[in-house]
């Protein structure tokens, strides 16, 4: 199961950091990756980390002002967003893809696992 939390309202130029809590499974041994949905967009993937080695991965957009991380002994994984803009504005989401993937798995139907969302509103 992965919990995703921390969204809220910040100004244009805020920062943000997102958690991704994981139970139940042995995400450990995974990747988690985070996605977010604007309203009337497709679901657009941001970043992701391999739990045993750190590994990261960053769509352009996002490069330089978001920093995934992870806390092996909270099994949390962390989306810091700085520099925020009003089009950052999206339901961020925390996923776990399924097994046997291609490094890196950066589209959707590559994963499995799915939190639950978490509001992020950017004001101008």
């Known amino acids: 199961q992965l919990q995703a939390f921390g969204g809220g309202l910040v100004q244009a130029g805020g920062s943000l950091r997102l958690s991704c809590a994981a139970s139940?499974?042995?995400?450990?041994?995974?990747?988690v990756g985070w996605f977010r949905q604007a309203p009337g967009k497709e679901r657009e993937f941001l970043a992701l980390?391999?739990?045993?080695?750190?590994?990261?991965y960053y769509t352009d957009s996002v490069k330089g002002r978001f920093t995934i991380s992870r806390d092996n002994a909270k099994t949390t994984v962390y989306l810091q967003m700085n520099s925020l803009k009003p089009e950052d504005t999206a339901v961020y989401y925390c996923?776990?893809?399924?097994?046997?993937?291609?490094?890196?798995?950066?589209?959707?139907?590559?994963?499995?696992?799915w939190g639950q969302g978490t509001l992020v509103t950017v004001s101008s």
């Open positions: 996923a776990a893809p399924r097994g046997g993937v291609s490094w890196p798995p950066l589209s959707q139907n590559e994963y499995a696992y």
């Open positions: 139940g499974r042995t995400f450990t041994k995974l990747i």
């Open positions: 980390i391999k739990w045993n080695d750190s590994n990261q």
